[in-house]
């Protein structure tokens, strides 16, 4: 017969994985209290909670998500949960494995796939989300500083161009006007000297 205590444990902890994306079991024995505290620390920068559980009661409390889970729960384990960036998760780990050798990795459960300790090893050494958003957004500005310049650059171009051309053509327009009135002016004077010529003929047959 489960005592009350044991119960509240095991809703707590249900409580504490429900719509989690994280979840590492690390096994912690041969490290200290002073090690355990500074894991549970650097864990907390990255919006992880470190936990230490009973085996028995954690089964109870995992949910259908996290069945394959149960099967690593054996000797002093260890649970790492978060609803955070599961990458950020894994490297704090693994750099807390890397001076602490003590602490083993066992597996883990990263938005629904289970992960054995070389796939958390690979999710460690992947870019953060802040380290891709800022690569991302380089990658993007940079060819799109240029586009901009390249749509940019063609219509100061036509602008300039047309306005070339209007004033081309509207020279071309006075000079073409002029000339008409040129010609104009000279037909006319030849059509009096054509006029003034027959006159004097008739004249002279008087």
Known sequence: MP??????????????????????LAEYRGLSVQQLSDLRKQLRAVSAEYKVVKNRLAKLALSKDLA???SLLKGPTGMIISREDPVAVAKA???????????????????????????????ADLPSKETLRAQIV?????????????????QR???YVLSQRGSASGAGASGDASGEMVAGRTSGAG?????????AEKSEAK
């Open 68 to 70: 394959g889970v149960k």
């Open 191 to 199: 059509a009096s000297g054509a006029a003034s010529g027959e006159m």
């Open 138 to 154: 380089g990658a993007i500005q940079g060819p799109l500083a240029q586009l901009v310049g390249l749509l940019q650059a063609p």
């Open 3 to 24: 005592t009350q205590e044991k119960v509240e444990n095991v809703e707590d902890l249900k409580r504490r994985l429900s719509g989690v994306k994280t979840v590492l």
């Open 93 to 123: 780990l693994h750099t807390f494995a890397k001076t602490n050798q003590a602490l083993v990795i066992k597996a883990g459960y990263v938005e629904g796939q289970m992960l054995e300790p070389a796939g958390l090893k690979a999710l």
């Open 157 to 159: 171009e036509l602008v």
